[in-house]
């Protein structure tokens, strides 16, 4: 008995199992990121937190994520960051990172906007002074990738904001969250868009694997078939 076409055929299978496998991990992620951004939807949309509903969520920085909240305090312009390699509409720039001073005396990391720079580090802050008490706006971010503590000196250049690592810098407490101003009262600073909101290319490669599926297992049976064909002749003879 000729077991070659049989093993084509169990080879086929196996591959359009994996395949359907993988097709419904991707729904499965498809699926995780429309629930993310239900809840950032959901977020976005409840009141605009105050400085007072700020310090009673200090202790859980995912109620945090994604509120819209107005905080008035004072810019430490003596210790600013500068988050690099930060392109915006194809252009390359960086974020500036300002301490608000709260009443409280905690500090919150405002991104107060982003600046085109050609090296993708440089900017000059001291053209990006403003008014040093202020009323900012915006949305609240729980961090996400990697940070870093920067350089021994001021301005810190990092790579990625991360109020845990940086706080020991600051003679002042840092609450966990980043600001992110939704509108930029200097004319040089861009305010940064929040990260686009899509359901991603999964539904795209879910119907990829599915279709590999069906060729796998369409190309497998036909095979066999062929195969089983050609041994027939051979089959008989004997």
Known sequence: MNRK???????GVLAAVVCVRLGFWQLDRLAQRRGANARVAAQLS?????????????????????????????????????????????????????PLRLADGSAVLVE?????????RTADLGALVEQET????GVLLVPRGPGSAGEESWPLHVRGID??????????????????????????????????????????YAIQWFAFA???LVG???LTRA????????DAGR
């Open 227 to 234: 195969l089983r064909r050609q041994a027939m002749p051979d």
């Open 46 to 98: 409840r009141p605009v937190l105050g400085a007072d509903s700020v310090a009673a969520f200090a202790v859980a920085p995912d109620a945090l994520d994604y509120r819209r909240a107005r905080l008035t305090g004072r810019f430490d312009f003596t210790r600013e960051i500068i988050v690099v390699a930060r392109p915006l509409d194809g252009r390359p720039g960086v974020h500036v990172v300002t």
């Open 163 to 204: 109020p845990a690592l940086l706080g020991p810098r600051f003679p002042y407490p840092l609450l966990p969250v980043i600001l992110r101003r939704a509108d930029s009262t200097h004319s040089i600073l861009r305010p940064v868009p929040l990260p686009e909101r899509t359901a991603g290319p999964h539904l795209s």
């Open 214 to 216: 069906l060729i796998a």
């Open 134 to 137: 202020a009323s900012v706006e």
């Open 5 to 11: 076409p049989y093993i084509v055929l169990l080879a």
């Open 220 to 222: 497998s049976v036909a």
């Open 112 to 120: 107060r906007g982003w600046v085109p720079a050609a090296d993708g």
